[in-house]
């Protein structure tokens, strides 16, 4: 078994800065995939960002100010967000891949106010 533990989420004013950090604990074999995701108050949930051993992936919405990196041997991904926005504002929820399962951290809210 897999745990996930999300933080850094908090209020922020916007054009602000978060770090949001995810790590990931328990039986990894192999982690191939770390990313996040968020869900704003009545919404879906939306890829922000991927990063595996290729590369990194963004929603279009985040090009720019949002950064996705990862410390292989904590087992950790963070997201670096920059220039905040009120329509960031959403729970951001960690995930991850192993080579036999995926898993979901409990999420970390970021409010950005104007």
């Known amino acids: 078994q897999v745990q996930v533990v999300e933080s850094g989420g908090g209020l922020v004013q916007a054009g602000g800065s978060r770090r949001l950090s995810c790590a990931a604990s328990?039986?990894?074999?192999?982690?191939?995939?770390m990313g996040w995701f968020r869900q704003a108050p009545g919404k879906g949930r939306e890829l922000v960002a991927v990063?595996?051993?290729?590369?990194?992936r963004y929603a279009d919405s985040v090009k720019g100010r949002f950064t996705i990196s990862r410390d292989n041997a904590k087992n950790t991904v963070f997201l670096q967000m920059n220039s905040l926005k009120p329509e960031d504002t959403a729970v951001y929820y960690c995930y991850v891949a192993t080579s036999y399962n995926n898993y979901w951290g409990h999420g970390t809210q970021v409010t950005t106010s104007s």
């Open positions: 328990g039986s990894i074999f192999s982690l191939n995939t």
């Open positions: 990063i595996t051993s290729g590369g990194t």
